[in-house]
């Protein structure tokens, strides 16, 4: 099956930190800009943060800038997601996605996500 697969996830207090991971299942990462997503409970899809496809260009959401950042290794066709000095509100299913030119747009191979919990 061609999708993503997110793990890492978990339980987590104020002030920790998770890597989160994304790994192709059934194509090549090369070629794929690649996006982070999050849904929190009785709210909409967030796009998180963004990596093109050689890594050159990332794109981060306000409220995460400085304390996420993104990363690829295209040998093990895998993105990752460091999240430090994590929040309450970062609490949310956290999903990944194939994303053309980090435009938002064309979004595919979506995984089953991973639950990430801030909680003292």
């Known amino acids: 099956q061609v999708q993503f697969v997110e793990s890492g996830g978990g339980v987590v207090q104020p002030g920790g930190s998770l890597r989160l991971s994304c790994a192709a299942s059934?194509?090549?990462?090369?070629?794929?800009?690649v996006s982070w997503f999050r849904q929190a409970p009785g709210k909409g899809r967030e796009r998180v943060s963004c990596?093109?496809?050689?890594?050159?260009?990332?794109v981060y959401t306000g409220s995460v800038k400085g304390r996420f950042t993104i990363s690829r290794d295209n040998a093990k066709n895998t993105v990752y997601l460091q999240m430090n000095s994590l929040k309450p509100e970062d609490t949310a299913v956290y999903y990944c996605a194939s994303d053309p030119n980090c435009a938002g747009q064309g979004l595919d191979y979506w995984g089953q996500g991973t639950q990430v919990t801030v909680s003292s």
């Open positions: 990596i093109s496809d050689n890594a050159r260009n990332t």
């Open positions: 059934g194509f090549i990462l090369d070629y794929y800009a």
